[in-house]
T-cell receptor, first 110, second 112 residues
Framework: ETGVTQTPRHLVMGMTNKKSLKCEQH?????MYWYKQSAKKPLELMFV???????ENNSVPSRFSPECPNSSHLFLHLHTLQPEDSALYLC?????????FGPGTRLTVT | GESVGLHLPTLSVQEGDNSIINCAYS??????FIWYKQESGKGPQFIID?????DKRQGQRVTVLLNKTVKHLSLQIAATQPGDSAVYFC???????????FGQGTELSVKP
């Protein structure tokens, strides 16, 4: 247990669906992150929030919409996704340099 | 999409042997480095870190070596066990961007 939880752990959705991924950290950290992990590729940073403010959007398509209502919670809203968006979506939090990761949501877009 | 022919580097070792996993980093200004372990179905877990003012750091059964001259990082695992089987990532901290940049990863397989 790293102190970062993610739900759901697995998600299958059609291209016309709308769904949301949730992340919660119990570590009192100020920064939260969304990463995409595709097979055989390095982790791709998607979004960064510091003190609830978005500080990084790494050229992510608008069909991914993050929300950070407070320093402990982070959401990723999904709509009209494409099959190539199928991947493991990881949430992380940090106070300094070291990032603590959640277990990820395995997303399959059909 | 994925690059055709892209393969994750793999390392296969016998149980009880020592393992060495290597990583080349890109930014000579990076000031902090981390090794993560990712088991199947799980998120990456912190193993050990090192700051750029050091060249070696030891943990329990693991040692990280940093060679800034050639921008090379290595992770040594002593007496490798089946539970060490996982993908290992290095990450460098970009002090300007304030974010971690991850390597591709190496898959370690331990044979009993």
């Amino acid at each position: 247990e790293t102190g970062v939880t993610q739900t759901p752990r697995h998600l299958v959705m059609g291209m016309t669906n709308k769904k949301s991924l949730k992340c919660e950290q119990h570590l009192g950290h100020n920064a939260m992150y969304w990463y995409k992990q595709s097979a055989k590729k390095p982790l791709e940073l998607m979004f960064v929030y510091n003190f609830k403010e978005q500080t990084e959007n790494n050229s992510v398509p608008s069909r991914f919409s993050p929300e950070c209502p407070n320093s402990s919670h982070l959401f990723l809203h999904l709509h009209t996704l494409q099959p190539e968006d199928s991947a493991l979506y990881l949430c992380a939090s940090s106070q300094d340099n070291e990032q603590y990761f959640g277990p990820g949501t395995r997303l399959t877009v059909t | 999409g994925e690059s055709v022919g892209l393969h994750l580097p793999t390392l296969s070792v016998q149980e009880g042997d020592n393992s060495i996993i290597n990583c080349a980093y890109s930014n000579s200004a990076s000031d902090y480095f981390i090794w993560y372990k990712q088991e199947s179905g799980k998120g990456p877990q912190f193993i050990i870190d090192i700051r750029s003012n050091m060249d070696k750091r030891q943990g329990q059964r693991v040692t990280v070596l940093l060679n800034k001259t050639v921008k090379h990082l290595s992770l040594q695992i002593a007496a490798t066990q089946p539970g060490d089987s996982a993908v290992y990532f290095c990450a460098e901290n970009d002090p300007q961007g304030g974010k971690l940049i991850f390597g591709q990863g190496t898959e370690l397989s331990v044979k009993p």
